[in-house]
């Protein structure tokens, strides 16, 4: 069973960076697609960015520039590097796999930006 653990979340001052961590286990890491959703209170989960199982990367307009997704196969994990926060970017930010039309999903991790 794939299991998904995202760390790195926590309190960043506006225009501060952060690094998001998502630890895969459970099955063949480089088989599967990967990405980065967040929700913020209210508001519907949106994709962040997404990195293919080859490597391939795909980041929304919001953070292009800002953020980048990266994978280490590894070491099982997938990043998201944040640079220049803004206090829009605060919400749950959760890891998912995807192989086969299969969704997997990570418990989520806060990222409050705020001074």
């Known amino acids: 069973q794939v299991q998904l653990v995202e760390s790195g979340g926590g309190l960043v001052q506006p225009g501060g960076s952060r690094r998001l961590s998502c630890a895969f286990s459970g099955s063949i890491f480089r088989f599967f697609n990967m990405g980065w959703y967040r929700q913020a209170p209210g508001k519907q989960r949106e994709l962040v960015a997404a990195?293919?199982?080859?490597?391939?990367?795909n980041h929304a307009d919001s953070v292009k520039g800002r953020f980048t997704i990266s994978r280490d196969y590894a070491k099982n994990t997938v990043y998201l590097q944040m640079n220049s926060l803004k206090p829009e970017d605060t919400a749950v930010y959760y890891c998912?796999?995807?192989?086969?039309?299969?969704?997997?999903w990570g418990q989520g991790t806060q990222v409050t930006v705020s001074s």
């Open positions: 990195i293919t199982a080859g490597g391939s990367t």
């Open positions: 998912k796999a995807n192989v086969l039309q299969q969704d997997y």
